[in-house]
């Protein structure tokens, strides 16, 4: 444990709810995903041949000429033309994870950042305006300015937020709205 100014103070234990060890990486992967894929929009589009300007007269006459029917300089098979089967523009890639599978997978990532001993305790974080020099000096003395960085916080707290903001390997949030995700992408937890 460390105080807010980055001195250590004693050791303390994690509680044994949360921290109890287990780390289930299948349920882990499964989370993150799932928080990536609906992040997608599904928005790739592309024209059919109905759709695509132009195309409308027939190239040549149908008989005569030697050459291949052709009803369109606009069909798939010519250059210009439309996409056979393209995506529609309306694809939902979201999926459902179910909720104690979630609160499984957090855990784990807990528990994965403590066995690392990435996990650090500040006793509190209570800034009276918000100050990004006085979080990354806290950072500095406990020699992660360097890495990704998550800090969780009891509640919202406006200040942290606003202090970290303008570091680019920082994020706030409260305890309760962080996710899988989040504590993977992070080196280091300070709570």
């Not at 599978?101 to 650090?120: C, D, P």
């Not at 509640?155 to 996710?179: E, F, I, T, W």
């Amino acid at each position: 444990a460390f105080t807010a100014l980055g001195t250590p103070r004693d050791k303390v234990s994690l509680p044994q709810a949360t921290f109890d060890g287990t780390v289930n990486v299948p349920v882990m992967q499964q989370a993150v995903k799932a928080m990536l894929a609906n992040q997608r929009q599904g928005t790739a589009y592309t024209k059919t041949r109905g759709l695509v300007v132009g195309g409308n007269q027939k190239p040549w006459k149908q008989k005569g000429t030697g050459r291949a029917r052709q009803g369109s300089t606009r069909a798939p098979n010519w250059p210009g033309g439309g996409t056979v089967f393209g995506p529609h523009g309306d694809r939902n890639y979201s999926q459902t994870v179910p909720k104690q599978v979630r609160q499984l997978a957090r855990k784990s990532a807990l528990n994965a950042r403590a066995r690392e001993n990435a996990v650090v305790v500040i006793d509190r974080f209570a800034y009276d305006a918000p100050k990004t020099s006085q979080l990354h000096q806290l950072l500095a003395r406990l020699g992660v300015a360097a890495q990704n960085v998550l800090v969780l916080t009891d509640g919202v707290k406006p200040n942290v937020y606003l202090s970290s903001r303008n570091l680019p390997k920082v994020q706030v949030l409260p305890y309760s709205d962080a996710s899988t995700y989040d504590l993977l992408w992070s080196d280091i937890v300070l709570v």
